[in-house]
């Protein structure tokens, strides 16, 4: 792991093992601190060397499915790191920017639904997070180790997804 210098040059690393490293910095994160999308973004921005807070603040109310029980934080963090990778860097470069985005962020998405079984956190957790006292009792329980997993699974799944994309020479990001 190398420290990025500028975010825009980011690069996969290179060693065999980081996939395995991402997973698992995930699930510890998880286990340790909580809040499934920053956990996997966490792990990502170790692996890829960028230490920047606005970016980690950027997902802090993502978790328990945008604290609604919504789009599940799993799926969000991978949709951050996606877009770390091949998202647009500004605005001005309209359509073009984001077009190389959207057919990789849909299979990356339909992959994670199928390993997760389903993109939503009431439905995957059975928690209901505008209730507090459902979201407390959720802490330590056996539907909280699922989604301990499932955050693994989901950083794991990114990865491999990235390095699939990096393979097939289809990892880029559009010029500004």
């Known amino acids: 792991m190398t420290t990025q210098d500028n975010i825009h040059d980011i690069k996969l690393p290179q060693s065999s093992d980081w996939v395995v490293r991402v997973k698992e910095n995930a699930y510890n994160n998880m286990a340790q601190y909580g809040h499934c999308t920053q956990s996997i973004l966490a792990a990502f921005m170790e692996e890829f060397g960028i230490k920047d807070s606005l970016l980690f603040r950027s997902a802090g109310a993502m978790q328990g499915g945008l604290l609604l029980s919504l789009t599940c934080g799993v799926h969000m963090a991978s949709m951050m790191v996606?877009?770390?990778?091949?998202?647009?860097?500004?605005?001005?470069?309209?359509?073009?920017?984001y077009i190389p985005i959207v057919m990789p962020a849909q299979e990356l998405m339909?992959?994670?639904?199928?390993?997760?079984?389903?993109?939503?956190?009431?439905?995957?957790?059975?928690v209901d997070f505008t209730d507090m006292s459902q979201a407390m009792a959720f802490v330590g329980s056996e539907e909280y180790e699922k989604c301990l997993v499932r955050v693994r699974d989901g950083a794991e799944e990114t990865a491999l997804f990235l390095k699939e994309l990096e393979e097939k020479g289809e990892l880029f990001r559009a010029k500004a």
């Not at 647009?88 to 359509?95: I, M, T, V």
């Open 82 to 97: 996606l877009g770390l990778m091949m998202g647009r860097e500004k605005l001005e470069q309209g359509h073009d920017g």
């Open 110 to 126: 339909n992959r994670i639904n199928s390993r997760l079984g389903g993109h939503s956190c009431l439905e995957l957790s059975g």
